[in-house]
Every structure is written in C-alpha cells, then in structure tokens.
C-alpha cells in the first residue's frame, strides 16, 4: 500500500522560509516524478513543482527563485525548500506521484495524472 506523508507546514511571518517533507512508504521514488501542489481555500489546486524520473525539474511561474524542489532517495523522501514566502503562498500543500514515468513539466502541469496523494501540510503566511 503506497502512503505519502507530508510534514513541516506552519505559520510564518511573511520573508520567511519553511522546508516542506513528504516521506514515501510502500513506493520508491528514485525513479518516479512527483510533484507538489497546494490549494488555497476557495481556489482550485495548483501544481508548485515537479521533478520527473530523471531529474527534470519545473516550476510555477509564481514561485520560481524562492521555492526548490529535491528528493532524497535514501531516506525516499520528497523535499520541497520555501523561502521568500509571501501571504499568497498559504495554502494547504500535498505531495503527489505516479506511478509511470513521466518529466517534471508534466508532474507540474497534470496533477489529475497523478496517482498517489498525501493528505497535505497546511503552510500559513502572515504578512
């Protein structure tokens, strides 16, 4: 049974950074793409980033320079680094994969592809 699992959301002062966890059991994600997306309430969800089977990497236009996606293969852990972080960037936050390849364009961009879910990490923003 595959189960993700996302730590670290919080509350933050606006300028200030927060490093997002999603550790996987039951799916091994050193050649799987996956992706973190968020939904902000009365919004629709948003793809983040996405890092694809081998390594590609894309992100929303609107955190690029301030937020950094990794894994870790050894702790099969997917990593998403926030910094800059603005009061728009509130959101409840979830870690997603699939289970066939793909690149980190489309992990990004196809979240309805993707085929297993965390149950997310609410990060809070205050300006």
């Known amino acids: 049974q595959v189960k993700l699992v996302e730590s670290g959301g919080g509350s933050v002062q606006a300028g200030g950074a927060l490093r997002l966890s999603c550790v996987a059991s039951g799916y091994t994600i050193s050649n799987q793409c996956m992706g973190w997306f968020r939904q902000a309430p009365g919004k629709e969800r948003e793809g983040v980033a996405g890092?694809?089977?081998?390594?590609?990497?894309r992100y929303a236009d609107s955190v690029k320079g301030r937020f950094s996606i990794s894994k870790d293969n050894a702790k099969n852990t997917l990593y998403l680094q926030m910094n800059s972080l603005e009061p728009e960037d509130t959101a409840m936050y979830f870690c997603?994969?699939?289970?066939?390849?793909?690149?980190?364009?489309?992990?990004?961009?196809?979240?309805?592809?993707?085929?297993?879910w965390g149950e997310g990490t609410l990060v809070t923003i205050s300006s």
């Open positions: 997603a994969g699939r289970n066939t390849g793909c690149t980190g364009n489309y992990a990004l961009m196809n979240s309805h592809a993707m085929n297993y």
């Open positions: 890092i694809g089977s081998v390594g590609s990497i």
